[in-house]
């Protein structure tokens, strides 16, 4: 039996927020960020809608990621932001490596050579990051010397934005204009037509300089930017579940572990089928709503393993297998990753991996 909470994944969303980026971007390339599982949206559902969509590239972190992509008959160029650890499987798979450093450039090298391939690689620059890529002081001589290694194919070079939501601007544009110049540096030097590209969700939405040759999303594919404004996106997850046992408590009962909620006045309580096992945070505990019959309910008492508390006295008629709704909306009402997010001090990547990893996944359009 599966534990209750189901993750509906709305594909005509997802091409939604495509084509709103897309359309943002003037029509760039766009590389669609699905690591994490695509954010706890499933990697191979969504990764396969954004290439019959028209999305140019994939970029998982990990090969294991690239995989499953590939099992899965996914043909698309993919690339692979941080791993190297499997080289051979970059060759078998037909991946792109984002290159960090000459150590592993040359390494590509020498199974190319053995293979008698050539490998298109792209090759990162730390412009602020402070994470992976070429260091700007060697960036350029580095550069030069993997563009030069045979087997090779320089196709693109890359950057990251060290600010996911651009409230402050001035140090993305720092960032943007030192990679505008080591990039011009690398281009007089090497042969290669290379594809630059920078842009994060909050870059496609908040910096237009920053678009160069191709976009690099991921948040605001399933619908978010970490910015107040949503630039019309719409979230992609909805996860629900539902009422196992509804209970008439008197005044003055506690509810859950440590009795940290006790009942003012006689209660109903709804038992729901979800819990912190299931990546809904124990920081949710008294502090976050759910929506059942369209009502707004709070959230008493801790968080259990597998199982939540509401406060459904105000919520009409409300019986055990009614749906429950923890993210996404129900009659007009909405709860969104943002609005979680806040509550426990995080950022709506968070609450969307986690959510959407352990639910049941079903697809809709
Ligand atoms: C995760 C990631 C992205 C996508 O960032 P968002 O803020 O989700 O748009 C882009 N580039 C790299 C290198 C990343 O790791």
């Known amino acids: 039996m599966h534990r209750g909470a189901v993750a509906e994944i709305d594909r005509s969303a997802l091409l939604h927020n495509l084509r709103t980026i897309q359309a943002t971007s003037g029509h760039k390339p766009v590389i669609a960020v699905v690591k994490a599982d695509a954010y706890g949206h499933g990697s191979v559902e969504v990764a396969r809608t954004l290439v019959n969509q028209g999305a140019d590239f994939l970029a998982v972190a990990f090969v294991e990621e690239a995989k499953q992509l590939r099992s899965a008959g996914i043909e698309a160029k993919v690339l692979i932001l941080f791993d190297q650890t499997d080289i051979s499987a970059f060759f078998d798979l037909d991946l792109i490596p984002v290159i960090h450093d000459k150590g592993a450039a ?31 002081g060697s960036a350029v001589a580095d550069a030069v010397e993997i563009a030069g290694l045979e087997g090779l194919v320089l196709e693109g070079l890359l950057s990251h934005f060290s600010e996911a939501d651009l ?15 080591i990039h011009a540096e690398i281009a007089k030097k090497t042969a290669g037509n290379l594809i630059r590209h920078m842009a994060n969700s909050a870059a496609v939405f908040c910096l237009p300089d920053a678009m160069l040759d191709a976009v690099r999303p991921g948040i605001a594919l399933y619908g978010y930017l970490s910015a107040d404004n949503s630039f019309g996106l719409e979230p992609v997850m909805k996860i629900k579940t539902q009422v196992l046992a509804v209970r008439n408590l ?25 819990g912190y096992a299931d990546g809904y945070n124990r920081l949710f505990s008294n502090n976050a709503e759910m929506l059942v019959g369209g009502y707004r309910v709070p959230v008493v008492g801790r968080i259990c393993m597998d199982l939540t508390m509401l406060d459904v006295t105000d919520a009409g008629r409300v019986s055990a297998g009614d749906e429950v709704v923890i993210l996404g909306t129900q009659n007009g009402q909405v709860i969104t990753a943002t609005e979680l997010s806040r509550r426990s001090g995080t950022i709506p990547y968070e609450v969307l991996t986690s959510l959407g990893s352990r639910s049941r996944r079903e697809y809709v359009s």
């Not at 040359?106 to 412009?127: G, M, Q, Y």
Request: aromatic share 8%; no cysteine; charged share 25%.
């Open 250 to 274: 008197p005044t003055g009962a506690p509810v859950s572990y440590g009795r940290t909620f006790v009942t003012k006045r006689e209660s109903r309580i709804a038992v729901v089928s979800l």
């Open 106 to 136: 040359v390494a590509f090298s020498n199974e190319a050579r053995k293979r008698n391939r050539a490998l298109p690689v792209h090759i990162k620059v730390d412009t602020g990051m402070g994470r992976m890529g070429l260091g700007e």
């Open 167 to 181: 409230a402050d601007r001035s140090f993305a544009v720092h960032q943007l204009t030192r990679f505008r110049e």
